[in-house]
Structures are given as C-alpha cells and as structure tokens.
C-alpha cells in the first residue's frame, strides 16, 4: 500500500514555488485501482509521478511524506527510494506508446531486455511469462517479431501493458492509456487492465481525464482542482452523486447517450497555480459560492464512510 500523507510538491520557477500537489493525501490500497480526475493542469500527472518517485524534471517535494508498505506490513520505503524497485515493485504506462517505446528494437527483444533487467533471468521462466502476458492482453505471439512502427495503436499500447506487468510489480500506475484511442479500442485496453488486475490481485493508478473510464473501472476516485483534493471515494458514491461543486461539473458536462438538452459545462477556468484566489480555489467559478467561501480553504469532511468532500457548503446545495 503506498501511503500520501499531506505532501505538498512542486517546481522551483522565476515567479516562485508553484505547488502543483498542494496539501494531498490518500492511500492506494492493495489489489484496488485508483482513479484520479481532473482538468488538464490541475495535478494528476505530478502526482502520478509523485508516486513513482520520478523527480528527474525539477520536482521537489516541499513537505509530508510518501511510503509504500509491502503487504505483510514488514517493508517499507519512502518515495525517494521508490526509483531502486521501478518495475520490480512500481511499473509505469506512460501515455504515447510511440515516445515510450525503442522504435529500433523489436518486440521480443524490448520484452527481452526489461525482464532481464529486474530479475527475470531464466530463459525458459522468462519466455513462459512472455507468452502467457502476452496471451492475457490478447497479443498474438507474432508481435514479438515485429518493430513498433508496424502495429496499431491499439497494440502498441498493450505492448507497453505488457512491458509493464509481465515482472508482475505490486503497483501499475498508467498515465491516460487510452488517449487517442478509438473508442472499441479504449474498451479493450481497459478490459485488459482490469482482467490482469483482478488476475494478479496488484493495485493500479490510472490518471484520467475522462470520468467514464474511472466509473468503469476504478474501485476510489480522486477528483483534484487546481492542486488540491477536492473530493476522495468510491466511484459509484462520487460519480453518481457528487458532493463538491467542481465534481458536479464535471460530470454535468458529460454527454449522455440520448439526451436532448445541452451539456453544461463550468464557467471560466483553472487558476495559475502561481496566482492562487484566497480561499476556496473554485471561488471565482462556483455558482454557490458566498462571501465567508473567500476567508479560507475548506477542509475535507466526511461526506459517508470512505467519502470525503472539502467544500464550505457540503449539503447545503445541490
């Protein structure tokens, strides 16, 4: 289980600290898959990094604390030595399987050369997990003889699954897998997903802006607004009945199959987060807001079991 205890994260820049995860905390349970959502801008990337311990581009934590415990509660790590155990422990599917993957280097040799690299040495072992990672994604065996370039994006896309899963890591965190994906492709991407979960019983982290593919899959939903988390549990309670303005538009924007009237969408857009309101964050584009919204950020607050929404008005309107 990887514990976000209160972690504040960014980038140093010319204009000062900009704090792209501000105040986060949640816990990415065993054996469930996490959906966080948001608008693009809002955090969900950093924070996917975050849990890779990925901090190669200026990232810094400023405060609180990230660990991962193994299962029988004897293991733990903080984030800064997560990077010693990418791909053994934490595996990641970045989107853009083009810019992921070697386009000189075939299939089997890529699939080769990762499980070597962590541990998968035998030759026999290593061939009878290829095949059988390979057959769990719907692959037929031939693409181990083919380059990158010659699949579809679809395909490539489960190779990165592949390259990802097939050492069998405790955690899978995949940034926007389906992007750009036709939507019969989308469908079967995340079928494979969810089978290879259910199948070797790890946790998963999809980001996703697309809040129909987390109430497909996701057991948690996390929803982020301009850095911080604004609403945190089941998909079914935060996506059928969202508690926090910003949630409620999100999923009013959403089209509906044979529905007449027009989408809603929200008014105005996110904050710099290097020139944050006072306050509510949402303030400047929530209908509800009153003038007490202004004085300070509202807390999460207990919304039902599991279920937490940080708005000043919770249950007060609709």
């Known amino acids: ?15 000062g600290l900009l704090r792209a995860v501000d105040g986060v905390s949640l816990q990415v349970r065993d054996g469930e898959i996490l959906g966080i959502a948001g608008e693009s801008g809002c ?5 996917l990094k ?7 581009d200026g990232l810094e934590i400023f405060s609180g604390s990230i660990t991962w415990r193994d299962r029988e509660g004897t293991r733990t790590l903080d984030v800064k030595d997560f990077h010693r155990h990418w791909w053994s422990l934490f595996s990641y599917v970045p989107q853009g399987s083009m810019s992921a993957m070697n386009m000189l280097m075939k299939i089997g040799a890529q699939m080769i050369d990762a499980g070597s690299a962590h541990g998968v040495i035998d030759r ?32 490539r ?3 990165l699954i592949g390259l990802a899963t097939y050492v069998d890591p405790e955690v899978i965190l995949a940034d926007e897998p ?12 995340l079928e494979n997903l969810v089978r290879l979960q259910r199948a070797r019983q790890n946790s998963i982290v999809i980001v996703s802006h697309d809040l129909g593919l987390h109430y497909q899959v996701a057991d948690q939903v996390a929803i982020l607004y301009a850095g911080r988390l604004v609403e945190l549990g089941s998909a079914q309670n935060v996506l059928r009945n969202p508690q926090h303005p910003y949630t409620r538009g999100l999923v009013g924007a959403l089209p509906r199959l044979g529905d007449q009237l027009p989408r809603q969408g929200i008014d105005g857009r996110p904050p710099s987060l290097l020139d944050l309101p006072g306050g509510c964050r949402f303030l400047p584009r929530c209908a509800k807001a009153l003038a007490s919204c202004a004085q300070a950020q509202p807390a999460l607050s207990p919304v039902g079991p599991g279920w937490l929404a940080a708005c000043h008005r919770l249950g007060e309107c609709r």
Not at 1 to 15: H, K, W
Not at 50 to 56: V, W
Not at 130 to 153: F, N
């Open 157 to 159: 896309q489960r190779v």
């Open 43 to 47: 955090g969900k990337s950093t924070l």
């Open 124 to 155: 026999t072992a290593r061939a009878a997990r290829i095949r059988s990672t390979l057959a769990e994604l719907d692959l037929p065996e031939e693409v181990l003889g083919l380059y990158p370039h010659q699949l579809s994006g679809g395909m």
């Open 50 to 56: 975050l849990l890779y311990g990925s901090f190669s």
């Open 1 to 15: 289980m990887i514990s976000v205890d209160n972690v504040v994260a960014g980038y140093r820049t010319p204009g």
């Open 178 to 189: 389906t992007t750009a994906l036709d939507v019969v492709v989308q469908r079967q991407i």
